[in-house]
């Protein structure tokens, strides 16, 4: 009996070891794109969602949703609405999915796209959550200027160099950590 337990754990070990290196990979395979998968920390999630103020009824999105851990507690916390994630990456939508399963009161506001960004039509959303590169933010700020009045951008850790047109917040959550909120004029 124990030579069975022990075997099995030895193999549950082998396969936790095997996870968190393929993580890693994955992890160090991403620094290659424009915008690498790095998660936003919990705490600023909760400090990004509070700053959106979002409203029912309004439509959420956030640019490269990874692993979902902004779109599952934004419509957790708002019950009228619908939250989109785009994220081009195969097995972050994955995990996603996944993840979602275990939430099944909420995963009919969730809409998780196989999209690259740079070319999706994000002008009629009212709040955009983002945690990109400064890259990233310069090439999508002409997109940024075709939103609606009053539509939020609420951008952890990296400014919109161009701000014309909007009212910027920048909110210093701890010493490394920055909160951008740009409004719409
Ligand atoms: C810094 S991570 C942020 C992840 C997530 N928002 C979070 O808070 O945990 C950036 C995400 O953008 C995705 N991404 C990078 N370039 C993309 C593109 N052109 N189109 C769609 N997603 C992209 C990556 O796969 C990654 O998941």
Not at 22 to 36: D, E, K, W
Not at 93 to 107: A, G, S
Request: proline share 4%; net charge positive; glycine share 4%.
């Amino acid at each position: 009996m124990i030579i069975t337990i022990l075997f099995v754990l030895q193999y549950i070990f082998l396969f936790g070891i095997l996870a968190i290196l393929g993580y890693l990979a994955f992890i160090m395979v991403s620094f290659r794109n424009t915008v690498p998968y790095v998660p936003t920390p919990r705490r600023i999630i909760k400090q990004m969602i509070k700053l959106a103020e979002i409203k029912p009824g309004e439509r959420v999105v956030d640019l490269g949703s990874g692993t979902g851990r902004i779109v599952i507690p934004t419509a957790k916390k708002y019950k009228a609405n619908l939250i989109i994630g785009i994220d081009r990456s195969f097995f972050l939508r994955l995990v996603t999915k996944l993840r979602l399963l275990f939430h099944p009161f909420i995963n009919k506001r969730i809409q998780i796209v196989n999209q690259d960004f740079f070319n999706a039509d994000i002008a009629s959303f009212d709040v955009i959550f983002c945690f990109l590169t400064p890259t990233a933010l310069r090439l999508l700020t002409p997109k940024f200027k075709l939103l609606k009045a009053k539509s939020r951008i609420i951008s952890y850790m990296f400014s919109v160099e161009d701000t014309q047109g909007f009212n910027e917040t920048i909110k210093h959550i701890s010493t490394n950590d920055t909160i951008y909120i740009y409004q719409k004029l």
